[in-house]
């Protein structure tokens, strides 16, 4: 094992290597500076909407409608046969 370090240790090795860790860290510069855009433009588009959707709420006002009762069978049919039981 010996023989094979030696052997390693006078292997040049190539430039490529040397600037390796250079062109990592400038990609992950790059990277962060991509997310810190990307976190300012999602909270940009969300002030946004959330302006647009206040004023074209207040913007167009509707009147105000009590709401119906709430049945989940579907509106109460005449002939249903609880209704033909309800003495009235």
Same mark, same amino acid.
């Given at each position: 094992m010996d023989d094979e370090l030696r052997i *390693? +240790? &006078?292997i040049d090795t190539a430039a490529a290597l040397d600037a390796?860790?250079?062109h990592i860290l400038a990609a992950l510069a790059v990277r962060r500076a991509e997310a810190r855009a +990307? &976190? &300012?433009?999602?909270?940009l588009v969300? *002030?946004?909407?959330l302006g647009t959707?206040?004023?074209a709420?207040?913007?167009f006002p509707q009147?105000?409608?009590a709401?119906?009762?709430l049945n989940p069978f579907g509106p109460a049919s005449a002939l249903a046969p609880s209704t033909l039981l309800e003495t009235r």
């Open positions: *390693l +240790n &006078r390796l860790d250079d +990307n &976190r &300012r433009l999602m909270a969300a *002030l946004f909407s959707g206040v004023i709420g207040s913007a009147p105000a409608v709401a119906s009762p």
